[in-house]
């Protein structure tokens, strides 16, 4: 039997209606009355429906390119299942040549501070990490975890520059450029390829680090902030030349390509006398850091926040963020006021230096960790949301708190140590259970 020349005939719908245009701010809503008019997150939204957000791209995005929608659901899409691995030997990426990681919000306990002598670098643990040195794209997430000074002993990252986020006690950092000292609540940026070494005044000592493969840390664009706002340049704080007063031998280490590699010297590698130029360590105190926020309604996005970026080849997309979350005042009217439901296209590694996280106010404890990938959902546990939704709307200022984010365009993987280290919270979805689903009035029947 020969195929028939004849077209064959096209059922067309004539049954429904549509909104037209491409790429236009559409409305719609099945129930009359349960989108909300004027704002995207008000307090108590019609019908009690949760808001969440999806983000198809960066927050940063250029207008034109940017693209988001807001839903209004009866129950968000963060009370899911575990996702398990399925095989599907034909469906094959080259991203599935590594560790798999499935699409599930992963959150860990502090990370416990090592018992046996441990200096920095030996405590240099990767929790997640995206792209590669090679290519100079990517970031990595780690912590360190240690209780003793380097000593004669230094490290060159040839990979990446690393922003360190202090949590517990003080470093005392000798870089090739000077010295340099950071508290909790302060961060330090060394560049990739200069010698360092990191002594702990006070003893046992936690925080973060972020491995920067891609474009150098810069400060983002304002935009329609103006010329003042966010982190001012006049506040970043870099080393006056300093030698190291014992010359003597060192252990000096480099990383590269993903690797480490050793060699001994019978000098310091801390013998500038004098430097000039725009390539140096530096230090900031995140107290300095002028928020910004709603006046009026409304969450902003986490953008705002943002301290330092690494920009992509794409414009407003970041390779990294570095976002932070200081003390503030939330005097926003009729709206819900912490992090609302939300899938976002980039993926959004989380600390906490101190006190506690809005969202999250119970289990994301400081020297902890969250990490939420591509469009996987998240957003406040149950009690936060409760909270948030029947709490009086007076002026409040968060206080005594410190919440730090490592962003990125491209996909984290978690590492071994990550995920059977002991931290990995293998309840953390459970905070999200109890969210009830809302019962919406009939639809009408057309």
Known sequence: MTPSSEPIPVMRDTA??????????????SIPGTLPRGRNSPQRPPQGLYPELISGTAFTAPRHANRRTWTYRTRPSVVTGHFELVEHPTWTTLATNGTAVPPNPMRWHP???????TDFLQGLHTIAATGH?????GVAALVYLANESMGRRALVNIDAEMLIVPQQGRLRILTELGWLEVCPGEIAVIPRGLGFRVDLPDGPSRGYVAENQGAHFRLPELGPIGSNGLANARDFLSPLAATDPDPGSYEIFRRFGGR???????STPFNVVAWHGNLAPYKYDTANFMTIGSISFDHPDPSI???????????GVANCDFVIFPPRWLVAEDTFRPPWYHRNVMSE???????????KPEGFRPGGASLHNCMVPHGPDADAYERASSAPLAPQKLADTLAFMFESRTRFVPSAYAL???????AYAQ????????VLPATPTK
């Open 16 to 29: 429904l209606s549509y909104q037209t245009g491409f790429g236009n701010e559409f409305a719609t809503e």
């Open 305 to 315: 926040f943002t301290v330092l970026t690494s920009p992509s080849d794409s414009p």
């Open 420 to 426: 059977a280290g002991g931290s990995l919270d293998a």
């Open 133 to 137: 040195p090679d290519f100079q794209t």
């Open 111 to 117: 990370f416990p501070l090592p018992t046996t002598p």
């Open 260 to 266: 480490l590699y050793r060699a001994g010297s019978d």
């Open 431 to 438: 905070c999200w259970s109890s969210l009830a689903g809302r």
């Open 349 to 359: 590694f989380m600390g906490l230096v101190h006190g506690q996280y809005d969202a």
